[in-house]
């Protein structure tokens, strides 16, 4: 059997310390490396065959270098690009991610979380709904597994997501400016944020109606059924890809009906023209992505971190500098895999 290529043959072969090589493989404290050296020891580990086994770097640590991150499914192309973005900023900083689809069914979610903690994951991203209460939750709020949460509906747990608060004003002005105060608006049945924005709405002079979908009975089709019977002169969306699938079905059941619209916009697949759209709310993912795992890395990497909660401001864009952030997307080398 071939002789296992260890850290000590990278070293000797580098002509480095054991030290040196155990900071640029593993990518911690790698700033108190050369450029030169880290390429030096990138260069013999390659030409060695040299594989780090998980296994021992975790009895020797304590961690397994794994993320997980719960997902309710891929139903979507915005759903990957979440997992593709995070699963890039977790490999910068020397982290694996795990993925788990729950089919957003709370006991698949529970299941989903324990098989993380029996994995040994270091850290967990949850964009679902953990219920606080639960036995479950209650052993990672006792330090079972450092876990990030997509809101910070709950207090319990560090969260990140974004603020729409920030910029819900201005679409609704929006609104008004084009001669429009009653509008429709399509929400996840999950999203629990109805009731808030109807009066957040109700203060800035627009009657707000809200629909919406998540289960059989609540299918978006149904939905948009309904607005489009209505006629309702303004329609809003947090996610493009509704509005403009509204749109197509619409313009197919009722044709003489163009409503002002604004949706959100975040990745670069997700403009589109239309001349009654008004503007977008734009949300910054590249901000979002990295914080996420700062924040769980921090967590992860040290116990006196503090529970934190972050809320990342949105902004109203109009269709001008929609315009312009989509050519600015295009050209940043960072969105090159969600055009």
């Not at 399509?186 to 944020?193: H, Q, R």
């Not at 209505?230 to 003489?256: C, D, H, Q, T, Y």
């Not at 864009?317 to 929609?322: A, S």
Request: glycine fraction near 6%; charged fraction near 30%; hydrophobic fraction near 40%.
């Amino acid at each position: 059997m071939d002789k296992r290529i260890t850290i000590r043959d990278v070293a000797e072969s580098a002509g480095c310390s054991f030290v040196a090589v155990s900071r640029v493989l593993s990518g911690r404290d790698i700033r108190h490396v050369s450029p030169e050296m880290r390429e030096r020891v990138r260069s013999a580990a390659e030409r060695l065959g040299y594989r780090p086994s998980p296994a021992a770097r975790a009895l020797r640590t304590g961690r397994t270098r794994t993320i997980g991150l719960l997902l309710g499914a891929f139903h979507n192309r915005m759903e990957g690009c979440v997992a593709h973005a995070l699963t890039e900023a977790a490999k910068r900083r020397g982290y694996r991610l795990i993925i788990a689809l729950t089919n957003y069914d709370p006991e698949e979610e529970r299941e989903a979380l324990e098989d993380m903690l029996n994995r040994q994951a270091d850290g967990v991203i949850d964009t679902l709904s953990l219920d606080p209460e639960s036995p479950l939750a209650l052993r990672f709020g006792k330090g079972a597994c450092p876990i990030l949460l997509q809101d910070n509906a709950q207090t319990s747990f560090s969260s990140v997501w974004y603020d729409y608060d920030t910029a819900l004003p201005e679409v609704f002005a929006a609104f008004r400016r084009a001669g429009i105060r009653h509008v429709a608006m399509i929400c996840s049945l999950f999203n629990g944020e109805a009731d808030h924005r109807r009066a957040l709405a109700e203060e800035n002079g627009i009657e707000l109606e809200c629909f919406t979908h998540g289960d059989g009975d609540h299918s978006l089709e149904h939905v948009y059924a309904e607005i489009a019977g209505k006629k309702i002169p303004g329609v809003f969306a947090l996610e493009s890809m509704v509005i403009r699938n509204f749109l197509e079905s619409a313009a197919l059941s009722v044709p003489s009906y163009r409503p002002a619209c604004v949706c959100a916009y975040t990745l670069p697949f997700e403009h589109f023209r239309y001349e009654r759209l008004l503007g977008a709310v734009y949300r910054p993912f590249r901000e979002l992505s990295e914080q996420r795992v700062d924040i769980l890395v921090r967590m992860i990497e040290s116990s006196h971190t503090l529970r934190r909660t972050l809320r990342i401001p949105c902004r109203f864009t109009d269709r001008n500098e929609l315009a312009r952030i989509h050519a600015e997307q295009l050209r940043d080398p960072y969105y090159r895999y969600f055009r």
